[in-house]
């Protein structure tokens, strides 16, 4: 779970998707299924990373209406606050360094030594989704859905519908669905033109600064997305049950971070080696982040359910995903479920592991720089398109008061770690690749 302010289009955009290819709801997961009922549960979620930076609190509500013919209505109501500190992407530096806000009205400064943290970062969003499911007969069963999220500087939409084949007296069930979504890109003060220089106010009257801001910046922009899932689900015998899915997700358009910058560092030898460079302007030069303008990504999924002779559930997951991009990853996720008298507690194990973008560097030479006309034409330092590892360690405790009303806590704590080019001269005093941890709590309520 990564919340950061560059993240979220991409993260719940692909999350309400997968949800919905797969004809379920996320949060309702034992839906009664009562004609003429409502089925509801409610979470609230707290999370926090370390040394001061993105915390969030994020209520959701969902609530099932069931209908006869074992037809169902769901609406889901997701609302959360950020705020914090987020990486710019910047690299530390031996010297103070002063960067301009996004919305280019302000600026944020970082101390020697220090990583650069964007603590202007702040955002709500608030997001809608709607689901319809029902049997089309004995062998097939459809879903449609749409899903509306706002945010400050963020618009998506998607609409989504999936249909099931069920075989082998319904042991058996294959799954196809289609997502399709339309993201509204309106960054705070505008998008920046990738690989163009950061603005700095030293030494510039304010007309001056205004005039080299704009000429950073383009209008608005959008992005296309394009999922589809094929899984099947088959059951094993009485106690295993065994899924198997391939996703495909193809994104266009506007994909850069207009949040995320990279460091320019003089490689020239001399008593700057390894420092950020210095422009004509007395400045250290900054370069906004640019990315291709399109995605490709392949997942397969296989997941095992196997309840025990004495009513625990082993539930084991892997997933392995390859874009055009240069990523790719594992993630392995285990869960053991203890059954206790009307409670249960299920310990929970992730690892993740991904390669680094084709395009990712985490600092830019002098000399790739060029004076201003950059040799490459992608790049970015943003440490989730880097080389890492994640380790998730957790559990979830529930007590059933009764067949209706559920209460559970879960707790989490995650460390990321990334590795890379360790750097040169200057660079080799500071810590390129600071650790990631994280802690996270969910009360939830069903009834």
């Known amino acids: 779970m990564q919340l950061n302010n560059t993240g979220k289009p991409v993260g719940r955009a692909l999350a309400a998707a997968t949800c919905a290819l797969l004809g379920v709801q996320a949060t309702n997961t034992q839906a009664k299924g009562n004609p003429g009922e409502w089925d509801v549960e409610t979470a609230l979620l707290v999370y926090a990373e370390s ?20 037809r169902q209505l769901n609406l889901k109501l997701v ?13 530390p530096s031996d010297l103070p360094q002063t960067f301009t806000s996004p919305s280019g009205s302000g600026s944020y400064s970082i101390a020697p030594g220090e990583a650069p943290l964007d603590d202007t970062f702040k955002d709500t969003r608030v997001a809608l989704s709607a689901a319809w499911s029902a049997p089309i007969n004995r062998d097939y069963a459809y879903s449609v859905g749409g899903y509306a999220s706002r945010e400050y500087d963020y618009f998506s939409t998607a609409l989504n519908g999936s249909l099931s084949r069920y075989l082998n007296n319904k042991n058996t069930t294959l799954t196809g669905g289609l997502s399709l979504g339309m993201d509204l890109i309106d960054p705070v003060g505008g998008a920046p033109v990738g690989l163009s220089r950061m603005p700095l106010r030293d030494g510039k009257t304010e007309a001056e600064f205004d005039q080299e801001f704009t000429a950073t910046r383009e209008s608005d ?6 999922d589809a899932l094929f899984g099947v689900t088959q059951v094993i015998n009485r106690q295993t049950l065994m899924q198997f899915n391939y996703a495909v997700s193809y994104s266009s358009g506007y994909l850069t971070d207009p949040y995320k910058l990279l460091s320019v560092i003089d490689d020239a030898s001399g008593a700057n080696y390894g420092g950020n460079l210095i422009g004509a302007d ?16 392949h997942a397969l999924y296989w997941q095992t359910k196997y309840m025990l002779t004495n009513g625990d559930v082993v539930d084991g997951s892997y997933r392995f995903m390859i874009d055009d991009w240069g990523i790719s990853s594992h993630t392995v996720d285990l ?9 249960y507690l299920e310990p929970h194990f992730r690892y993740y592991m991904q390669s680094e973008a084709d395009f990712y560097k985490r600092y830019l ?18 440490y989730r398109l880097g080389e890492l590892t ?52 969910q009360l939830s309520y069903s009834f």
């Open 335 to 343: 869960k053991y479920r203890w059954r206790l008298a009307n409670s």
């Open 51 to 70: 040394d001061s930076r993105v915390n969030a609190i994020e209520p959701v509500i969902s609530a099932t209406r069931n209908f006869d013919g074992e």
């Open 390 to 441: 994640g380790l998730t360690l957790g559990a979830k405790w529930g007590y059933r008061f009764d067949e209706d009303r559920e209460l559970a806590i879960r707790a989490e704590y995650m460390i990321q770690s990334n590795d890379g080019d360790e750097g040169f001269g200057q660079l080799t005093n500071h810590d390129l690749y600071p650790d990631t941890d994280a802690m996270w709590v």
């Open 79 to 91: 609302a959360d606050t950020l705020t914090g500190a987020s990486p710019s992407g910047a690299t």
């Open 365 to 382: 030479t002098a000399t790739e720089y060029n004076n201003g006309a950059p040799a490459l034409t992608e790049a970015s330092a943003d």
């Open 282 to 297: 007395g400045n250290p030069v900054y370069l906004y982040e640019n990315r291709p303008d399109s995605r490709l990504k």
């Open 221 to 226: 922009d959008s992005k296309a997305l394009v």
